[in-house]
Nanobody, 122 residues
C-alpha cells in the first residue's frame, strides 16, 4: 500500500512563496500535485515521474516547480509569485504506472494524501 503525507502549507501574501512536501511510503512511478477549492473539482497542478520528466498546468508554468528527492522519498512543489487564485487545498497524488503524457487528471492517480491548505492574501 502507498501512503502519502503532505506538509508545507500555510498563509502567505500575494507574491510570496511556499514549498510543499510530500513524503511517499511505497512504490510509485508517477507523482502529481492537485488543488481543490470548495465547490470545484480537483485541478491538476504539476506532475513528475521517476525519470524526472515533468509537466505543469498552464496556470502555474513559470511560477511553480515540481521536483523530487529520491533518497528522501519526497516530492516537492515550489510555489513562487503566489496569487490569491492559487489559494486551495493542495493534494499529493501517486500512480504506479508510466504515462507518456504525464497527465494531470485525478482519475489517473490511485493514491492520495490528506491535503495541505494554502491561503494567499491580497
Amino acid at each position: 500500500q502507498v501512503q502519502l503525507v503532505e506538509s508545507g502549507g500555510g498563509s502567505v501574501q500575494s507574491g510570496g512563496s511556499l514549498r510543499l512536501s510530500c513524503v511517499v511510503a511505497g512504490y510509485t512511478y508517477t507523482m502529481a500535485w492537485f488543488r481543490q477549492t470548495p465547490g470545484k473539482g480537483r485541478e491538476g497542478v504539476a506532475a513528475i515521474d521517476i525519470r524526472g520528466r515533468t509537466s505543469a498546468a498552464d496556470s502555474v508554468k513559470g511560477r511553480f516547480t515540481i521536483s523530487q528527492d529520491n533518497p528522501k522519498n519526497t516530492v516537492y512543489l515550489q510555489m513562487n509569485s503566489l496569487k490569491p487564485e492559487d489559494a486551495a487545498m493542495y493534494y499529493c497524488a501517486g500512480s504506479r504506472f508510466y504515462f507518456r503524457d504525464l497527465p494531470l487528471r485525478p482519475t489517473d492517480y490511485a493514491y492520495w494524501g490528506q491535503g495541505t491548505q494554502v491561503t494567499v492574501s491580497s
